[in-house]
Every structure is written in C-alpha cells, then in structure tokens.
C-alpha cells in the first residue's frame, strides 16, 4: 500500500483542522495506522495510532482530549481531527502503516515500514 497525506494547512490557535491518509493499492483497514508530527529542528514525534480494527486508538499527552484518530473505511483513509489547535502544534505530520500490532507500533516507530509524505499543519498565535 501507497499512503498519501492531505488537509494541512494554515490556522489560528484555537482553531481546528482535520488531516487524512489515505490508502492506495491495498486496504488500509490491514494496517496499524499512525500519525508523527516534526517540528523544524527537532525529531520526529508520535502523535496518535489506531490499531487495524479501529478497536484500540493511542494519543501522545501532549494532544490528548484534542485530537481524535479514526478510520474511514468507505474512503480507505485514516483521519487525524485536531481541534484547540496550539501554536507548538505547528509541525509537518506524516502518516505510517505498519502490519504490526498497535502495541508494537507504539513501542518502537522501527516498525513503522509505509510511510507517507507530509503535510504542513501552521498555528498562529
């Protein structure tokens, strides 16, 4: 499977914005599914996961209770919905698939072995 990132862009803190990665050539609904974000200058970042099933999610702290990870079977995507968006939110984030189990994903990005290209995601103060 190919993943293609979409729906960054430009918003004011406060502000919401939903990014999607789709599938392309297989099912996504194989996969554990995961979002990273990095900043300029700094390292790569776990900001979510969702198992393959959907039945298990995982949020990093620094964006629990403001973003939701979800999958979107019809449109063979996975969405990262980001509300309360904060300036240090401000990132490229990437989407990546693995076949390993969600535990497993979490536990080390190394097995993370599809990823997709970025989007931008900017938050104004």
């Known amino acids: 499977v190919q993943l293609q990132a979409s729906g960054g862009g430009s918003v004011q803190a406060g502000g919401s914005l939903r990014v999607s990665c789709t599938g392309v050539g297989r099912a996504l609904s194989s996969y554990a599914v995961a979002w990273l974000r990095q900043a300029p200058g700094e390292g790569r970042d776990f900001v979510a996961a969702?198992?393959?099933?959907?039945?298990?999610?995982y949020y990093a702290d620094s964006v629990k209770g403001r973003f939701s990870i979800s999958r979107d079977g019809a449109n063979n995507a996975v969405h990262l919905k980001m509300n309360s968006l904060r300036p240090e939110d401000t990132a490229t984030y990437y989407c990546?698939?693995?076949?390993?189990?969600?535990?497993?994903?979490?536990?080390?990005?190394?097995?993370?072995?599809?990823w997709g290209r970025g989007t931008l995601v900017t938050v104004s103060s």
């Open positions: 990546a698939a693995s076949d390993r189990s969600l535990s497993t994903i979490i536990r080390d990005q190394n097995y993370l072995e599809i």
């Open positions: 969702i198992s393959w099933d959907g039945g298990m999610t």
